[in-house]
């Protein structure tokens, strides 16, 4: 009896150790599986809150916020806390919970942003881009919406080495990344060649697609609209209804902001509106009578005559006194006409200052001075306008090298040099066609603007000086017959047209055509009869289109 009692209790002893040792593993288990799921939990929350601030930059960068904002989805809590006005610094806390864990990220966000201009990165179009000669391209990018036809089998690419040294390359030599950032086509590109240039094309089409540049975008009701595509200005990926875009010139609103006109406007009719005479010359010697009421006449007075003899001698519009002449008025070959500062010349019929020979008539323009005629104006005499405006209803005919500075001028019927003027900072608009013609080279410097309607064409040559940056904006077609040096600047053409340019062309700054129309793939844009010399520029035009490309970097993150 003992000894089974004792056998009794010994079984019982092992069964009460295996049964604790058995609570003892389950207890120990369930403690493991409890840590492993607080731990996946923490992971989880600290990825969702990093995830917050991701999605902090990613709205500060396209929206770029200027008071306080909160982020909420199911996942996290994000405060945005800016700095600065305008803001360049962000605090972000972002908060997620998962399961029984929270997770709190914290970082500093600097935000900077870049203005740019596709000007100053090479040639685009809307239509496609033909060059029939040998192509040079130093750092600078072409651009067809419809893609290109290149002449060239093996175009060379010219940039630094690692000395600083430039040295020029045929495509196979180049990396592929930036002979696709440097030759490309929009996503409807239909054309290029050489087909058999398998590292320029593949199946017909650019081997580099990216987003149209040029013109309006799509409705966003069309099915184009939400189209995936790479925006190679801003460099980041977008749709065919998002992508940056450069826009046709708005020809409207450049008249208006620095003529004050609208294209239909008559510039004279304009000018005399509601400015009624205060005294009238007349009698059998008008100039020396007109001579003695200019003299005599306070700021503010319109003195008019009519049927005026040619001006033969020297005479001055006093500050702010406007001269209206009825009929045509002709400053004579031995003549001089000065407007001071304010002072206001009105023609109601033609203009001309003559030459006879080596005797050439002068025009002096002051500042905030106006000439301004309803007929044709024929400066073959010498015209200097310094701040002043020179405006006529008609055609305006450079026959000799008139200076203008800081000048604003206007041919409403078009514009012809037939000599050598020179701009400086002026803006000149034609309300019809602008033509050169001659051997003659006519010198724009600075920021200076050439503007029309309809088409401009270069017949003789064109000169930029020194770190000069012209613009010229058609709403026409642009063609060069002849040269154009502009070795030591830049300039840019910008137009609703083609650009054609009929010979070998070595070019510093940048182009945007349409081709004629805003959203036809299948025109020309740029053509180049001969070889291309392209370069990029460090230049600028105020009057350029920009966009802007916005930076955020993380300063600080916890």
């Known amino acids: 009896m003992r000894r089974e009692g004792f056998a009794l209790a010994a079984v019982l002893g092992v069964m009460v150790a295996v049964l604790m040792l058995g ?5 120990l288990a369930q403690g493991n599986l409890e840590t492993a799921r607080n731990l996946r939990d923490k992971a989880r929350a600290k990825a969702l809150a990093e995830g917050g601030i991701a999605h902090a930059v990613a709205h500060i960068k396209a929206q770029a916020p200027t008071q306080n904002t909160r982020l909420e989805t199911a996942d996290y809590e994000v405060s945005i806390t800016p700095s600065g006005n305008p803001p360049t610094q962000y605090e972000v806390v972002s908060t997620a919970t998962a399961g029984q864990a929270t997770h709190t990220a914290k970082a500093v966000l600097t935000r900077s942003v870049e203005v740019r201009s596709a000007f100053r990165e090479g040639w685009f179009t809307g239509g496609r881009v033909s060059v029939n000669g040998q192509i040079r391209l130093y750092g600078a990018r072409l651009h067809g919406d419809g893609g290109y036809t290149l002449n060239d089998a093996n175009p060379e690419i010219c940039l630094p080495n690692a000395s600083g040294t430039v040295e020029c390359k045929g495509l196979s030599q180049i990396d592929e990344a930036t002979r696709k950032a440097l030759f490309t086509g ?9 087909a058999n240039n398998a590292l320029l094309c593949s199946g017909g089409k650019p081997v580099s697609l990216v987003c149209p540049v040029w013109g309006n975008p799509p409705s966003p009701t069309s099915s184009d609209y939400n189209t995936p595509c790479y925006d190679s200005l801003k460099g980041a990926m977008a749709t065919v209804g998002t992508a940056t875009r450069i ?3 708005n020809l409207p609103d450049l008249w208006n902001t620095h003529l004050g006109l609208s294209l239909a406007d008559n510039p004279y009719a304009k ?9 009238t010359v007349s009698g059998n010697n008008l100039l020396s009578a007109l001579a003695t009421a200019l003299a005599g006449a306070a700021s503010g007075a319109v003195v008019c005559v009519s049927n005026l003899p040619d001006l033969n001698t020297a005479l001055t519009i006093p500050s702010g006194v406007t001269l209206r002449v009825g009929g045509n008025f002709k400053v004579g070959a031995s003549g001089s006409l000065t407007l001071a500062e304010g002072a206001r010349l009105e023609v109601s019929g033609e203009l001309q200052v003559a030459r006879q020979g080596n005797q050439q008539a002068t025009l002096t323009v002051g500042q ?6 309803q007929n044709n104006a024929i400066l073959d005499g010498q015209v200097t306008v310094n701040g002043g405006r ?4 008609g055609e305006i005919q450079f026959k000799s090298d008139a200076a203008f500075t800081n000048a604003t001028v206007y041919g409403k019927n078009g514009l012809q040099f037939n000599a050598q003027p020179s701009f400086s900072d002026s803006k000149v608009f034609s309300g019809s066609g602008v033509t050169f013609n001659g051997n003659n080279k006519p010198l724009f410097s600075g920021s200076s603007l050439l503007a029309a309607q309809n088409s401009i064409t270069f017949n003789g040559r064109l000169q930029s000086s020194a770190n000069a940056s012209p613009l010229l904006i058609s709403g026409g077609d642009v063609t060069f017959n002849g040269s154009y040096d502009n070795e030591q600047s830049a300039s840019f053409i910008w137009t609703t047209g083609k650009v054609i340019l009929n010979g070998n062309t070595t070019y510093r700054g940048g182009i945007a055509s349409g081709g004629g129309v805003d959203t036809s793939f299948s025109s020309d844009g740029i053509v180049v009869n001969g070889g291309l010399t392209l370069y990029t520029t460090g230049l600028n035009n105020d009057l350029l289109p920009t966009y802007t490309v916005s930076q955020v970097q993380v300063a600080w993150r916890r």
């Open 368 to 373: 905030n001075a106006l000439v301004v005629s």
């Open 247 to 249: 826009p046709a010139p």
């Open 186 to 194: 929009s996503i409807y590109a239909t054309t290029c060649n050489p």
């Open 23 to 27: 609570l003892s593993l389950s207890f």
């Open 271 to 279: 000018a005399t509106e509601n400015r009624p005479c205060t005294s």
């Open 390 to 393: 020179f405006l006529s209803n």
